[in-house]
């Protein structure tokens, strides 16, 4: 089973990640309210992907992801974004992120773009 950080700052939106995952038979979840939070969790739980939004407060999506890359090379990271941050996200997809979806987004694209970065 698959084991996934989810990282946001609105918890009504890992809420929601959550419930997305859930109906592609996703359950073990770790959540982080922001970077910082998230690169200790990373290091703690070690999970199969982490699903990162990229405006937050204390650590932001680009730092948590260049330092989660940093400790573990081989993590597996999709960037979560607003409409209007493509800069961030070429940024992010630089550095190392495998994908990215736009918020808000359907289940179905989350599923699918989760289903293909743990290779089901």
Do not use: H, W
């Amino acid at each position: 089973m698959s084991k996934i950080l989810i990282v946001d700052d609105a918890a009504f939106m890992r809420m929601m990640i959550k419930d997305s995952l859930k109906k592609g038979g996703y359950t073990d979840f770790i959540e982080a309210e922001n970077g910082e939070v998230a690169l200790a969790e990373y290091k703690e739980n070690r999970p199969d992907l982490v699903l990162l939004d990229i405006t937050m407060p204390v650590m932001d999506g680009i730092q948590a992801l260049q330092a989660i890359k940093g400790y573990e090379p081989q993590s597996k990271v999709i960037m979560c974004s607003a409409m209007g941050q493509e800069g961030m996200v070429v940024e992010a997809i630089k550095s190392g992120a495998l994908d990215f979806i736009v918020k808000p987004f359907k289940a179905d694209r989350l599923i699918q773009t989760v289903n293909s970065a743990l290779g089901k």
